[in-house]
């Protein structure tokens, strides 16, 4: 727009007047005598400043919360939060850094344990912050937060103010704002993290960040990963070869790719990936079923980790994208023995009792993730899976789990934005309420 031959002076490396620049341009375009739809904005633009006045008649301003979160990374270091009184943590809360998720088993209905089933060093997995008391008085902004208060009345402060911030959907918060980022091949961002929302169909980049956390989980220093998980962005190269083989082809390319893609994913696994590992866990995204193929070299079967009954597993689309010779081949190229072995596992699915014989595709995210977490070669039971209400509560614990832990290089980053935003709570509260009555009111006019 400036530049006339010759060089000229602006104030563009002034950070301060970007946001006012880009107001300006935003402006522009829109109100351009070639917009051809200028009028129709024009109208809705009208409707909202209507709107906004009278909701700013109606809303009074709010004083601030003073919710203050100090934060410390040395062990053992107090989260200080003002001027609410702690609650007493109850009994059957985990004292740890960790975070704490009841594992209700048959045999033990009332045992609490970490968010895991083996027990790791969990380099690079657990989260080193203190995340302080449970504090029943913490404001929330979220609505689906706020509507299911009791199931969250055992989670830690920082863990309710990081779910809070993460799970806000306005339009003063970018969607595109990244909230974790483990590699250049794991990262997410607040549009992925509202799609793990209840009722919404979980992304691909989700289920990618957390098989990367999964490798991490498991580094055992006395037995080096009996499990790893490959990540999702084989899916594409998976389908491509199922649909070569059912026209009896041969797709060259896209076994390379395939391949590549692996070799890849290992690589930014940083050195916890094991081809040898008695478990080797494929996950499935078919038009947003996600399920997860384990191949179990303890039983020697091919297992279907899925919330759908399949009649016949044999038959299932799951098991054939996971179960052709791509992976039998990869593995022995790269020197793995009983690479060759996995084609004559007996294909079987393991069983659940939250199972179906419907698809639950805004749910068939959360389930594979716990499969994931939960399955170590047996079946188990957990009662939160069971219910529809509390799996809201596994919601909100997987999704802290992903921000804070220790293998997200931006998890200071988030921390102190977090920490800013619990100190305007009441503001936001006010602002977010407000911003979602207007939208209302424009989307019925």
Not at 127 to 152: A, F, I, K
Not at 363 to 383: A, I, Q, R, V
């Amino acid at each position: 727009m400036l530049f006339c031959g010759e060089p000229f002076e602006c104030d563009l490396g002034t950070m301060m007047h970007y946001g006012l620049y880009r107001a300006e341009i935003a402006a522009t375009l829109i109100l351009s005598d070639i917009n051809n739809v200028r009028e129709e904005v024009m109208s809705r633009v009208s409707d909202f400043t209507a709107a906004k006045a009278v909701l700013a008649s109606q809303i009074s301003g709010a004083g601030k919360s003073g919710i203050m979160i100090s934060l410390k990374r040395s062990a053992g270091t107090e989260l200080a939060c003002t001027p609410h009184k702690r609650m007493r943590s109850l009994d059957t809360m985990v004292e740890s850094d960790v975070m704490a998720v009841p594992i209700r088993s048959a045999g033990s209905m009332n045992d609490t344990c970490v968010l895991s089933r083996r027990h790791g060093r969990g380099d690079g997995f657990w989260c080193t912050l203190h995340c302080g008391d449970v504090d029943g008085n913490v404001l929330l902004v979220v609505g689906s937060l706020r509507l299911n208060l009791s199931l969250l009345k055992n989670v830690q402060t920082l863990r309710k103010h990081v779910v809070d911030y993460c799970f806000l959907d306005d339009w003063n918060y970018a969607h595109n704002e990244q909230l974790v980022y483990y590699n250049r091949h794991a990262a997410l961002t607040r549009a992925n993290i509202l799609t793990m929302l209840p009722d919404v169909v979980l992304c691909d980049a989700v289920i990618e960040c957390w098989s990367m956390l999964m490798n991490r989980l498991d580094t055992n220093e006395y037995d080096f990963q009996r499990m790893s998980f490959f990540g999702i962005g084989n899916m594409d190269y998976l389908t491509k070869l199922l649909q070569s083989a059912d026209q009896a082809t041969q797709n060259d390319t896209a076994l390379d790719n395939l391949y590549q893609m692996w070799d890849l994913y290992i690589q930014d696994s940083q050195d916890v990936f094991n081809l040898n590992a008695d478990f080797l866990f494929i996950p499935i995204n078919i038009e947003g079923h996600f399920a997860y193929v384990c191949f179990n070299y303890k039983s020697g079967t091919v297992d279907l980790l899925d919330h759908q009954l399949h009649p016949d597993p044999n038959k299932s689309k799951i098991c054939k994208l996971a179960t052709g010779s791509a992976l039998s081949d990869y593995l022995e190229a790269k020197g793995v023995c009983r690479g060759s072995v996995m084609i004559s596992f007996e294909h079987r699915q393991i069983k659940f009792p939250w199972q179906s014989s419907s698809p639950n595709l805004p749910e068939s995210g959360l389930f594979t993730m716990m499969h994931m977490l939960m399955y170590d070669g047996n079946p188990f039971d957990h009662e939160d899976l069971r219910q529809k209400i509390n799996r809201r509560y596994l919601v909100v614990q997987l999704t802290v789990a992903l921000i804070l832990a220790d293998i997200n290089i931006i998890h200071d980053e988030v921390v102190r934005k977090v920490n800013q935003c619990s100190v305007e709570k009441d503001d936001i509260w006010t602002s977010v309420h407000a911003n979602r009555k207007i939208k209302k009111i424009v989307d019925k006019k």
